[in-house]
T-cell receptor, first 115, second 112 residues
Framework: DTGVSQDPRHKITKRGQNVTFRCDPI?????LYWYRQTLGQGPEFLTY????????KSRLLSDRFSAERPKGSFSTLEIQRTEQGDSAMYLC?????????????FGQGTRLTVV | DAKTTQPPSMDCAEGRAANLPCNHS???????VYWYRQIHSQGPQYIIH???NNETNEMASLIITEDRKSSTLILPHATLRDTAVYYC?????????????FGTGTRLKVLA
């Protein structure tokens, strides 16, 4: 198992364009999380999936953001009509539903730059 | 959701113990305290977690006060490779949600 994988690692886009990021969690991990991290700040929670169900969305997740996990395995995060304020590191993490007392494993993140 | 408060930065001499404090005075009874660290531009890396008892693993020790309102992460013999941002986190788990709430972190610099 190679851990949580995110693709792409870096993305530069023009303002107004749509972007999509992919996260492949550790296999058999039922829980999947997306976070956003801006420079000098701690990661901020965006959304949580349990299997394919999106159970919580943060207020930070505006209407331009949508996340999916169609078969309970990989997940995508799409940002429509990107703005310069969307520039950040987007982190994905996963953990197992079976163990209450467990940690989440984070990927290396996708760094988005909106120009 | 519970919030954590940490000093923004600390220095520690190589080979000495690094003691990183965290305040989480609004933590609820079933919420765990987690510690992660992040080295420049990488994803956060798990260190240790606990509920109310002190915990120790190969990386660190976690001391949680009896009232659970604060905790301390101890790196017993800090090395230069321990230079990183350390996050104290409250894990929220209730019906409909499960998430890790990060604070702003402490930037630890280990000095040679």
């Amino acid at each position: 198992d190679t851990g949580v994988s995110q693709d792409p690692r870096h993305k530069i886009t023009k303002r107004g364009q749509n972007v999509t990021f992919r996260c492949d969690p550790i296999s058999e991990h039922n829980r999947l999380y997306w976070y956003r991290q801006t420079l000098g700040q701690g990661p901020e929670f965006l959304t949580y999936f349990q299997n394919e169900a999106q159970l919580e969305k943060s207020r930070l997740l505006s209407d331009r953001f949508s996340a999916e996990r169609p078969k309970g395995s990989f997940s995508t995060l799409e940002i429509q009509r990107t703005e310069q304020g969307d520039s950040a590191m987007y982190l994905c993490a996963s953990s197992h539903l079976r163990d209450w007392n467990t940690e989440a494993f984070f990927g290396q993140g996708t760094r988005l730059t909106v120009v | 959701d519970a919030k954590t408060t940490q000093p923004p930065s600390m220095d520690c001499a190589e080979g000495r113990a690094a003691n990183l404090p965290c305040n989480h005075s609004t933590i609820s009874g079933n919420e765990y305290v987690y510690w992660y660290r992040q080295i420049h531009s990488q994803g956060p890396q798990y260190i240790i977690h606990g509920l109310k008892n002190n915990e120790t693993n190969e990386m660190a020790s976690l001391i949680i006060t009896e009232d659970r309102k604060s905790s301390t992460l101890i790196l017993p013999h800090a090395t230069l490779r321990d230079t990183a941002v350390y996050y104290c986190i409250v894990r929220v788990a209730r019906t409909g949600t499960y998430k890790y709430i990060f604070g702003t972190g402490t930037r630890l610099k280990v000095l040679a």
